[in-house]
């Protein structure tokens, strides 16, 4: 089972892509798709668009797993961040990949027990449980990681027995 982990943003877009293989998850490959605050917003869109395609076509994944929007005020950034969330939404279903949406709580307290933790807390418990050797990683290549890790975890066990 080939999960697709997305913390949907438009200057930095998390991926993950994890393994689930006989009850053990392996990260195979983790980035930021990053964008340049000098592009107008539609370049920044479809550029996201051709490198999430690129990364659909390599690793084919079943699942596509996303972070859902969570803003209270800043409202244009939150229409921008929509965009970009019905993009990856267009692009799963296009590519015939389940798509399973989960909120910051619920990563949260898949990865770490707890819904309020804190971003240090997440990247603790993402290194743990994948046994990652210390990299530089961004908030959001660590969220899409814990995001496709809880869509791993809520997973029955036929899905991934093979």
């Not at 982990?5 to 983790?30: C, M, N, Q, T, W």
Request: with cysteine; net charge positive; proline share 3%.
């Amino acid at each position: 089972m080939i999960i697709l982990g997305i913390d949907p943003g438009y200057e930095r877009l998390g991926v993950a892509i994890l393994e689930k293989k006989k009850g053990k998850e392996d990260l195979l490959f983790s980035d930021c798709i990053r964008t340049s605050a000098k592009n107008p917003f539609n370049e920044r869109l479809f550029y996201i668009g051709e490198e999430l395609k690129k990364i659909i076509k390599k690793w084919k994944p079943d699942i596509v797993a996303v972070e859902k929007l969570f803003f209270t005020t800043n409202q244009k950034t939150a229409m921008q961040v929509s965009e970009v969330r019905g993009l990856i939404i267009y692009l799963a279903i296009l590519h015939k990949s389940e798509l399973r949406e989960f909120t910051p709580l619920e990563i949260k307290t898949a990865v770490v027990g707890y819904g309020k933790a804190e971003k240090r807390q997440v990247e603790h418990m993402v290194k743990t449980i994948l046994k990652l050797k210390e990299k530089k990683r961004d908030d959001d290549e660590i969220d899409a990681i814990a995001c496709a890790l809880t869509c791993s975890a809520c997973l029955p066990a036929s899905k991934f027995s093979y």
